[in-house]
T-cell receptor, first 111, second 114 residues
Framework: SQQGEEDPQALSIQEGENATMNCSYKTSINNLQWYRQNSGRGLVHLILIRSNEREKHSGRLRVTLDTSKKSSSLLITASRAADTASYFCAIYTGTASKLTFGTGTRLQVTL | DAGVIQSPRHEVTEMGQEVTLRCKPISGHNSLFWYRQTMMRGLELLIYFNNNVPIDDSGMPEDRFSAKMPNASFSTLKIQPSEPRDSAVYFC????????????FGSGTRLTVV
């Protein structure tokens, strides 16, 4: 399966700490995207990293991509209670006009 | 921009009834995707359209499920007859570029079949 596998499945941290989530996949990609889903809501696009990029930043988010290991990580720095959500990676291979989503990491940020 | 609009937000129906879920994509987006999300199976792609044409419906679980996109601004997902195992949250998403630059998701329809 091309589906991304995320690790860990669940993560609980305290406010102010950093949160790191990992995504592994099995095929060549054109880009990899990260999404956030708050409880009861649709997924929201956070950040996209292309296959020829190794690192990208957006505010408190830092994404890395290692195409040789077929893996990506999402780092949220100085986490806040509002960051509590599920985070999904999604890969775009270019062979079909669609994304393939991972299984998600549930992040809980406590005060 | 109002985003991707789905209706209804919640639907409770009895087993055997027909259910129709609706989606209005973002204007100018030429790709539309229907997903189903459950705790057990996660996020599953059911079907997607490019320029109103169904491209891949291999994720549609059974013949009870059908989807249409009669024009660029409207799509429906129909379940007939509905069964309790169809209970899930159904999401519609649209994209201007077939997904390469990302999707915009609707808020979803929570379907409960009793």
């Amino acid at each position: 399966s091309q589906q991304g596998e995320e690790d860990p499945q669940a993560l609980s941290i305290q406010e102010g700490e950093n949160a790191t989530m990992n995504c592994s996949y099995k095929t060549s990609i054109n880009n990899l995207q990260w999404y956030r889903q708050n409880s009861g809501r649709g997924l929201v696009h956070l950040i996209l990293i292309r296959s020829n990029e190794r690192e990208k930043h957006s505010g408190r988010l830092r994404v890395t991509l290692d195409t040789s290991k077929k893996s990506s990580s999402l780092l949220i720095t100085a986490s806040r209670a509002a960051d509590t959500a599920s985070y999904f990676c999604a890969i775009y291979t270019g062979t079909a006009s669609k994304l393939t989503f991972g299984t998600g990491t549930r992040l809980q940020v406590t005060l | 921009d109002a985003g991707v609009i789905q209706s209804p937000r919640h639907e409770v129906t009895e087993m055997g009834q027909e259910v129709t879920l609706r989606c209005k994509p973002i204007s100018g987006h030429n790709s539309l995707f229907w997903y189903r999300q459950t705790m057990m199976r996660g996020l599953e792609l059911l079907i997607y359209f490019n320029n109103n044409v169904p491209i891949d419906d291999s994720g549609m679980p059974e013949d009870r499920f059908s989807a249409k996109m009669p024009n660029a601004s409207f799509s429906t997902l129909k379940i007939q007859p509905s069964e309790p195992r169809d209970s899930a949250v159904y999401f519609c998403a649209s994209s201007p570029t077939g997904g390469i630059s990302g999707y915009t998701f609707g808020s979803g329809t929570r379907l409960t079949v009793v």
